[in-house]
């Protein structure tokens, strides 16, 4: 049969697959990550409730929607039960154009201290 490891002693090892070949997932795992999506929300309006300001406010709200948005890729986007190279596919660009904008935001920080000390001493 398609779609089963046998071992040697000819037990089935693999989740028995439905004839249509999709693989159904127990509603369980949804409403999990339902309620800490929820939970992770309520954290998020809670930063803007207790009047954190500056760096810690954005480095909080910015945690809280990374890890928000890494729940539904992995799950409501079926990223967690896909095949490596295809996360990898969708995982790695995103996170190479961030190492970039951090690059992009601490050359351009050079360039206006260096812009500032040379048109300042003149």
């Known amino acids: 049969m398609i779609g089963f490891n046998k071992s040697h002693k000819g037990q089935d090892n693999a989740r028995e697959m439905p004839a249509d070949g999709h693989q159904?997932?127990?509603?369980?795992v949804y409403?999990?990550?339902w309620v800490w999506l929820f939970i992770l929300?309520?954290?998020?309006?809670m930063?803007?409730?207790m009047s954190f300001q500056g760096y810690l406010r954005w480095t909080l709200i910015l945690f809280f929607m990374i890890v928000k948005a890494?729940?539904?890729?992995a799950?409501?986007?079926h990223i967690k039960w896909e095949r490596l190279s295809l996360t990898y596919a969708v995982l790695?660009?995103?996170i190479a154009v961030f190492v970039f904008v951090a690059i992009m935001a601490v050359e351009s920080n050079y360039t206006v201290f260096t812009r500032f000390n040379f048109f300042d001493g003149g």
Not at 41 to 45: F, R
Not at 70 to 73: A, Y
């Open 47 to 49: 930063v803007d409730f």
């Open 92 to 94: 790695l660009p995103p």
């Open 24 to 28: 159904a997932h127990p509603l369980k």
């Open 70 to 73: 890494g729940l539904i890729l």
């Open 31 to 33: 409403f999990i990550v």
């Open 41 to 45: 929300s309520a954290c998020s309006y």
């Open 75 to 77: 799950f409501f986007m």
